[in-house]
């Protein structure tokens, strides 16, 4: 039996796991590293994808790459058939052009109604899904028959895109307009079967909510409540945050040296 969920759980910011580590030093300078470290004594897995079963080689990698962001899809096939549906093998891909990537990967007899009817030229949108709409977005996962829309079963609602002729989630404080930018076929190298379906979309439009904005005008975690998914049937939600900046070598540069040559220095001795 499965707690309850925290509804009380909060996301802030905070200062990174070691503030005081200096360039070079090893992870076992903290007790947070040491106890790290003493896993690798119980030994490693080794995999071999050309001979693991393809079963437990698709859990082993979704339960490893981990947190995935979900795109949940909204597309409308050729006959007029509005699809939604969540993708977990999604993400950025540039901002210039602005465009994401979604894998979608094709069953033993059919493709997945999306990529069809992404080819169909009607455009799609891709919409964050939030905590607050967590088991309607789910429920889209169903693999419903080829002409069954899960709009009606979600509970969500439809709005009108502006540049695309798919909707977009209501419900979903950012969502893009995406038309087809490119679509590659993933091929098996032994069986030459095309298992997986990579989509490239160009975001045409953005919708994104004025209360999960940031002065600054970029999205606010604390607010935003973004789902993430893990392995088998997991999702996660945001824990705590820290900030961390990329160092600059302008004005790291003297310090990464020295921090070096002490290194050097001690070794030496």
């Given at each position: ?6 509804h ?6 905070t ?9 070079g030093?090893?992870?076992?300078v ?6 790290w470290?003493e ?6 897995k ?19 790459i981990?947190p995935?962001?979900i ?16 993708f977990?093998?999604?993400n ?11 894998s ?9 109604d999306?990529t069809?009817n992404?080819?169909?030229g ?26 069954f ?7 969500l ?21 995406c ?8 091929v ?18 953005i919708?994104v909510r ?16 973004p789902l ?8 996660s939600?945001?824990g705590d ?6 160092p ?11 921090a070096?040559?002490?290194?050097a220095?001690v070794?030496a001795?």
């Amino acid at each position: 039996m499965l707690p309850l969920y925290n509804h009380d759980a909060g996301f802030k910011f905070t200062e990174s796991p070691n503030p005081h580590w200096k360039y070079g030093e090893s992870i076992d300078v903290t007790l947070l590293g040491q106890e790290w470290a003493e896993g690798e004594q119980k030994g490693w897995k080794h995999v071999d994808p050309a001979t693991e079963n393809p079963t437990a080689l698709y859990q082993l990698m979704t339960s490893g790459i981990v947190p995935r962001p979900i795109a949940f899809v909204s597309t409308i096939s050729h006959d007029g058939v509005e699809n939604l549906a969540p993708f977990s093998w999604f993400n950025m891909v540039t901002h210039d052009p602005p465009t994401i990537s979604i894998s979608c990967s094709n069953g033993p007899e059919r493709m997945k109604d999306t990529t069809n009817n992404i080819k169909s030229g009607n455009g799609f949108t891709v919409n964050i899904i939030s905590v607050p709409f967590a088991e309607q977005a789910n429920v889209c996962s169903i693999n419903a028959p080829d002409n069954f829309s899960e709009w009606a079963v979600s509970g969500l609602t439809k709005e009108p895109s502006l540049h695309v002729k798919a909707a977009r989630v209501k419900e979903s404080a950012f969502s893009m307009e995406c038309e087809l930018f490119q679509m590659v076929d993933i091929v098996n190298p032994v069986t030459q079967i095309a298992t997986t379906t990579l989509i490239l979309g160009l975001v045409k439009h953005i919708h994104v909510r004025n209360d999960v904005l940031t002065e600054r005008g970029t999205v606010d975690p604390t607010k935003f409540k973004p789902l993430g998914r893990l392995g088998a049937n997991g999702y996660s939600t945001l824990g705590d945050g820290f900030r961390l900046p990329r160092p600059a070598w302008k004005t790291e540069q003297k310090d990464v040296e020295e921090a070096l040559k002490e290194k050097a220095d001690v070794k030496a001795t």
